[in-house]
C-alpha cells in the first residue's frame, strides 16, 4: 500500500508537469500512426513483391518475406525508441526551466538519431534472440526468458534518457543504465510496476463500462461500445506512458546526480531507487 501511495504522488507531481506540456501527448500519438503507416506499407510491399501470398499460408513464406520482417521490426522498433527519446528530451527541458513544444522535442531526439538507431537494433537483437530461445526452449525457455526480459528490462531502463541527456552512444547507454541500476538497486523501479498498475485500474472502468453498452444496447451498442473501449484504453495508455517518461527523466537526473528535479523530492526517488 505503501508503495502504490508513492507511486500516486509520484503520478500527480508527473502530471503537474505534463499538463504544461500537454501538446507532448501528440508524440505517442505521431508514434502510434506511424506504426500504423509502416504496418500498412510493409504489408502492401509484401503482397506487391510475393513476399508472402494473399491467402496468409505458411508456404508462402520465403526469404523475401524474412528480411521484410525483420527490415518491419526494426523500423517499428525504431519508431517507439524514437518518439520515446522525444518525450524524455521534453520532460528534461521542462525540468531545466525550459518550455518543450513537439518541435523542440523531437529535434533533441533528431540530434541523437545515431545512438537511438543503435539502441533500437540492441533491443530488437536482443528480443528476436529471446524469442528464439522461448520458441525452441519449450516451458524451460519460456521460464528462462521471461527471467531474461526482466532482467534486461530492469538493466536497460535509463537507456534512452542517458542517450539523450548525456548524449552517450548507444553501447555506452547500455553500460550507463546498468552501472546506475547497480549502484542504485532499489526495491524497485516503481514506474515500470506502479505505473502499470495505475494504468491497468484507470483502464479498468472504461473497459467495464464498454462491455455493459456494448451488452445491454442492441445493433448498434456494440459498435459504439468498441470505439468507447478502444478510445479510451488508447487514451489512458497515452497519458500514463507520458507520465512514466516524466517520471523516467527525473530519476536518471536523480540517479546520475543525487538532486530531484522537476517538483519531485529526495524522499519520492529514494524510495524507488534506493542505494544497494
Known sequence: MGRFANTWRLTKVSWSLLKQ????????????LTLVAVAAAAAVVGFVTGSFDADGGAEGLGGSAVVLGLVFVFVATAIVVFFEGALVAGAHERMTGGDPTVRSAMGKAMSRL???LG????????????????????????????????????????????????DYGSFAGVKQSMSLVRRTWGENLISQAGFGLLGFVLALPIIL???????????VGMFVGIALGVVGVLTVSVVVGALGQYFKTALYEYATDGVAHGGYDVDQMSASFRTK
Do not use: H, K, N
Open 21 to 32: 506540456d500537454r501538446e507532448l501527448l501528440w508524440l505517442p500519438v505521431l508514434s502510434m
Open 209 to 219: 463500462i464498454a462491455i455493459a453498452i456494448a451488452a445491454l444496447v442492441p445493433g
Open 119 to 166: 539502441w533500437a537494433l540492441i533491443t530488437m537483437t536482443v528480443g528476436l534472440v529471446l524469442r528464439f530461445l522461448r520458441e525452441r526452449l519449450g516451458w524451460l525457455g519460456q521460464m528462462l526468458t521471461f527471467l531474461a526480459e526482466a532482467a534486461w528490462g530492469v538493466a536497460t531502463y535509463l537507456v534512452v534518457p542517458a542517450i539523450i541527456i548525456d
Open 114 to 116: 545515431p545512438s537511438l
